[in-house]
């Protein structure tokens, strides 16, 4: 059993931050790319963010400059930290991990999402 367990959302006024978590637990073998995504009522799930096991980062145009994504390999963990955040950004935002178990199966295991609003 893989899973991903997400924790940070809220309430915040537009200009404000919140740091969301990410962190993956189960028989592990090795995580590939973990990364966000947010889907807002009506509309598509979307990329916001991705890294590589080497930290290599990929970023949606509309959050480039505002939000950071990070990685600790050791924790099996990721953190969005959200920065000057607009009524847009309101969605909920799930966190992705392409895994390798312990029995070498590829999965892609989605958390639960955690609410992000924006207050204008």
């Known amino acids: 059993q893989v899973q991903l367990v997400e924790s940070g959302g809220g309430l915040v006024q537009a200009g404000g931050s919140l740091r969301l978590s990410c962190t993956a637990s189960?028989?592990?073998?090795?995580?590939?790319?973990m990364g966000w995504y947010r889907q807002a009522p009506g509309k598509q799930r979307e990329l916001v963010a991705t890294?590589?096991?080497?930290?290599?980062?990929n970023y949606a145009d509309g959050v480039k400059g505002r939000f950071t994504i990070s990685r600790d390999n050791a924790k099996n963990t990721i953190a969005l930290q959200m920065n000057s955040l607009k009524p847009e950004d309101k969605a909920v935002y799930y966190c992705?991990?392409?895994?390798?178990?312990?029995?070498?199966?590829?999965?892609?295991?989605w958390g639960r999402g955690t609410q992000v609003t924006v207050s204008s």
């Open positions: 992705y991990a392409r895994i390798v178990d312990i029995f070498r199966s590829l999965l892609d295991r």
């Open positions: 189960g028989r592990i073998s090795r995580i590939n790319d």
């Open positions: 890294i590589t096991s080497g930290g290599s980062t």
